[in-house]
């Protein structure tokens, strides 16, 4: 069985190394070399021989560009050995970018690998071929999640505010994506995200942790505005493995302002009710949340945000703005578990969260600073993007 991992592990060296010959010399004459999936990937199929199996090494450059590759366990047993890992990869044809455990058999004779087989996610990896999208989708506690992943680098997560989707965080992903994997969500109830009975900021927050766990190999630094805020805080103070750092935007720790709640109740009907009211409160929301010098002087990104808030579908809106605003409880004492660094982002013309709010949650964290932003309201990532990178790549002076 030694000799049997030692052939692997000199396997994948080579083949890490993009010394085809040298793999080759791992590989049996007669190997079949098996990759399920559909035939328009082009390392898919069956094939017999050495000669086939250099044609497939030749191949895979042509296919894939790894980003990064890990072998993280091999189990030997009798003639098999188990390889369990994850790949990160470029497709080349359409620039998207794929990731997968993976587990391969190695089955071995004569001392050399005479048949491969790789279990991975071979749906992922037949739409990345087919499109350069990086929109992805999964059920995590049997609610439909949406979100875009891409780019390279260490891990950041970003999380919107309410009304708003993933694409509210697109000029922070086009400014980080050459030197960051970005993951930027749609909040349940928001875009391809969708809702189940009972979910709160607590059931929000524990499925963000449990796809992290699932999906991120390593703590990541967490980018919450407002509501999205509201379940970072959450997330890292009770899954703190999961987190390296918080970047707080334009959020709070407390409940909603006992006097706001009647106006939100009526919102929340107009949402149920006609196209036209439902155009009116998401007015009066962009109104509210962005400086009115933005708002003049960026009339058509205005307009596509307008028409991204009457996109989300109301019957599960509405349950988003029970969940972040009228049943929304404290969660001041929750500050004191914060240990990671906490970069908190006020706008001084926000009038959803004022800046106090970002205040408190600085001084009641571990490690705190908060920055207050000239000129910016409650949507500082899009009146002031580059203000959101600076805190993102480095703790803001």
Request: hydrophobic fraction near 45%; include cysteine.
């Amino acid at each position: 069985m030694a000799e049997a991992r030692s052939i692997v592990e000199r396997y994948f060296r080579a083949f890490g190394a993009g010394d085809a010959e040298a793999a080759l010399a791992c590989v049996h004459p007669d190997a079949v070399w098996h990759v399920d999936g559909d035939p328009m990937v082009g390392t898919v199929g069956i094939i017999r021989g050495r000669d086939a199996v250099r044609a497939w090494q030749t191949r895979f450059p042509s296919s894939f560009r790894p980003i990064d590759f890990s072998v993280d366990r091999l189990m030997a047993e009798g003639d098999d050995v188990i390889a369990l890992g994850h790949f990160r990869h470029r497709v080349v044809s359409t620039g998207a970018i794929v990731d997968s455990d993976y587990a391969i058999r190695f089955t071995m004779r004569d001392g050399l690998i005479a048949r491969y087989r790789i279990f991975e996610d071979s749906l992922l990896l037949a739409r990345a071929h087919g499109s350069g999208s990086a929109a992805r989708s999964a059920s995590i506690n049997r609610t439909i999640y949406g979100w875009d992943d891409t780019g390279q680098g260490a891990p950041v997560l970003f999380l919107h505010g309410l009304f708003l989707d993933r694409h509210f965080w697109s000029r922070q992903v086009a400014a980080l994506a050459d030197r960051r994997r970005c993951i930027a969500f749609d909040m349940p109830g928001h875009g391809a995200s969708g809702w189940r009975p009972g979910l709160d900021l607590d059931g929000i927050a524990e499925d963000i942790a449990l796809w992290i766990g699932e999906h991120c190999r390593r703590p990541m630094t967490i980018v919450g505005h407002s509501q999205g805020g509201m379940v970072a805080m959450r997330v890292a103070a009770r899954y703190r493995s999961l987190v390296d750092r918080l970047v707080l935007v334009n959020t709070s720790a407390r409940a909603e302002y006992p006097d706001r709640l009647d106006g939100w109740r009526q919102r929340r009907s107009a949402l149920l009710g006609s196209d036209a009211g439902r155009a009116a409160v998401m007015s009066s929301i962009r109104q509210r949340t962005t400086a009115r010098h933005w708002i003049d002087s960026h009339p058509d990104e205005g307009a596509t945000e307008h028409a991204a808030m009457m996109r989300h579908d109301p019957t599960l809106l509405v349950q988003a703005v029970d969940a972040a605003v009228l049943d929304r409880p404290d969660m001041t004492r929750l500050l004191g578990s914060i240990d990671v660094p906490v970069d908190v982002l006020s706008g001084e013309l926000d009038q959803a969260t004022p800046s106090a709010l970002g205040e408190e949650i600085a001084s009641g964290v571990v490690d705190g600073r908060h920055f207050v932003t000239a000129g910016a309201a409650h949507h500082l990532p899009v009146e002031l993007p580059e203000r959101v990178v600076r805190a993102i790549i480095r703790r803001p002076d």
